[in-house]
């Protein structure tokens, strides 16, 4: 069984940072990752993902100033967001998808965490 939880989130002024994380236990080893979010009002919208060779892909809206990574040593998912601006405020979700096949689509991930709130000002 999979268990995903993500902090990080918080408040800020458009332009500024903030980093994500979503720790994750039970057995994601071969698998799709990736970060998702919602808007009030909004369907849940793909943002980032990573393959379990390291390929990633991120959305048009937030290409060149989010990128997501993983931890070396830790059982850890991170979203690097630069540059943010107020149309990137909404709850971010990370989630697996048990396969080592990536899509960008919200409904082929089977494991989803909590959410964490971002708010940019």
């Known amino acids: 069984h999979v268990q995903l939880v993500e902090s990080g989130g918080g408040s800020v002024q458009a332009g500024g940072s903030l980093t994500l994380a979503c720790e994750f236990s039970?057995?994601?080893?071969?698998?799709?990752m990736g970060w998702f979010r919602q808007a009030p009002g909004k369907e849940r919208e793909f943002v980032a993902r990573?393959?379990?060779?390291?390929?990633?892909d991120t959305a048009d809206s937030v290409k060149g100033r989010f990128t997501i990574s993983r931890g070396n040593a830790d059982n850890t998912l991170y979203l690097q967001m630069n540059s943010l601006k107020p149309d990137d405020t909404a709850m971010y979700y990370c989630?697996?998808?048990?396969?080592?096949?990536?899509?960008?689509?919200?409904?082929?991930?089977?494991?989803w965490g909590r959410g964490t709130q971002v708010t940019v000002s």
């Open positions: 989630a697996v998808r048990l396969s080592s096949v990536c899509y960008n689509r919200a409904e082929t991930f089977e494991y």
């Open positions: 039970g057995s994601t080893y071969g698998n799709c």
């Open positions: 990573i393959s379990v060779v390291g390929t990633t």
